[in-house]
């Protein structure tokens, strides 16, 4: 471990079969709402704890854990897709399909979930009912708002998840107020021109040239128009045009992101994309035709929520390793759709070995250190535990005060 800590409440036996679990869902991973293979390694690994699971939205996967009548339901949440990402870790257990990776550590909050649903069964009796939610779809930010839609989170009143992160040591568990994760908006700017000839450019308009500009343009929203104290990104990262090196190309295509920590400011950029390549377009003679994408919202920790995940961290690997995200997170997360319904906290597990310079999420040679999934899944046991004893002492309200740790 690369953190001296309390043990987590997982026995080698449960270990063992947890990363067992992780590594057959690692060698055969599924694209987004493919997930076929790995929903039934999640559901036979659950018939085997004499849980019962029903399929939700294709390839997710719900199970319910009694609790008291009438104590609401505390939901805890893993993912299960792949990326198309060629592995390059060389491990034994890499990837059998090519160009097809878990490279965002998905295999492993799936497994620890299962975990969790282990310690949970070994329960004499839970202080409310527990779903296991086990999503599909959210590395294309879908998965969650199907789920919603199909009812996941009816009689909801607190949901958890977390994600594998080797920007911290094994042993540590990052729980942070707030915002947690940007918004994920796309947009296409198409550009548009005559077309002619490259000799003679005097005699069109040149749709690559404006949409430079445009690109240019768009740098100075986040400067000048978003507050410095408000996280925000505008990325362009595909430019599409031309045909030939002696042809004016008739159109050129800008795809591009946009991320906030905040409604406000997602606001802001959606707006300012549309207004700076249209004006930018016509102040050089051409049109702009601009489609916004709607992605996932920002992830925000509600604080009762996140108060009650910091105290199961603190429990599971002790008060000094439980840290706060230094710095804003802007990838996107489609936990954002969840905590729009319910309370939620959304933390990142420790995974980095001590002494590595590990490779980044996404990439092919992204690896983590299994030992996480161990604090992981008694995080997600723990965690379930102490929201549904404050539900059912009808304490939860209490949670709102500020952090400790």
């Known amino acids: 471990m690369g953190v001296d800590r309390p043990q987590p409440a997982v026995s080698d036996a449960l270990f063992e079969h947890i990363v067992g679990l992780r590594r057959r869902m690692h060698r055969f991973p599924e694209r987004s709402w493919e997930e076929h293979r790995t929903a039934g390694l999640v559901r036979d690994a659950l018939a085997d704890l004499g849980i019962r699971t029903r399929a939700v939205a294709g390839t997710g996967l719900v199970a319910d854990l009694p609790g008291p009548d009438g104590v609401p339901v505390v939901a805890l949440r893993a993912d299960m897709d792949a990326l198309p990402v060629q592995e390059e870790t060389g491990l034994p257990y890499a990837s059998d399909r090519p160009g097809l990776m878990h490279a965002c550590g998905h295999d492993g909050h799936t497994s620890a979930l299962v975990g969790a649903a282990a310690l949970l069964t070994r329960e004499s009796a839970l202080p409310a009912p527990v779903r296991l939610v086990f999503q599909p779809a959210e590395e294309i930010g879908e998965g969650a708002a199907a789920l919603i839609a199909a009812g996941v989170l009816d009689g909801v009143a ?27 908006d796309e947009f296409t700017i198409e550009i548009r021109g005559p077309g002619g000839h490259a000799a003679r450019p005097h005699e069109s308009i040149d749709p690559i040239v404006v949409a430079s500009h445009v690109v240019s343009s768009l740098q100075t929203v986040v400067s000048r128009r978003v507050p410095p104290d408000r996280g925000a990104v505008i990325t362009i990262g595909r430019f599409h045009a031309g045909t030939a090196v002696n042809i004016l190309a008739s159109s050129a295509v800008l795809e591009g992101t946009l991320r906030a920590r905040d409604a406000e400011t997602r606001a802001l950029l959606r707006a300012a994309v ?18 916004l994408h709607d992605g996932t919202p920002p992830v925000v920790n509600h604080p009762a929520a996140t108060t009650l995940a910091r105290a199961a961290a603190v429990h599971v690997v ?43 999420a996404h990439s092919g040679r992204f690896e983590f250190d299994e030992q996480a999934l161990a604090v992981a899944a008694a995080f997600l046991h723990r965690v379930a535990l102490g929201a549904g004893h404050a539900l059912r002492t009808g304490t939860a309200s209490d949670f709102t005060r500020a952090p400790e740790a």
């Not at 994600?163 to 990052?174: E, L, M, N, R």
């Not at 549309?274 to 489609?291: I, L, M, P, S, W």
């Open 158 to 184: 607190f949901v958890f998840a977390g994600h594998v992160d080797v920007g911290f040591p094994t042993g540590t568990i990052v729980v942070a107020d707030g915002t947690v994760n940007a918004s994920t």
């Open 318 to 360: 002790g008060v000094e390793h439980v840290v706060r995200t230094p710095l804003a997170n802007m990838g996107g997360e489609d936990f954002g759709f969840y905590g729009e319904h319910a309370p939620g906290a959304f933390v990142r597990f420790g995974a980095r070995r001590f002494g590595t310079a590990p490779a980044p």
């Open 274 to 291: 549309r207004e700076v390549a249209t004006a930018t377009a016509a102040a050089h003679g051409a049109a702009a035709t601009v489609t």
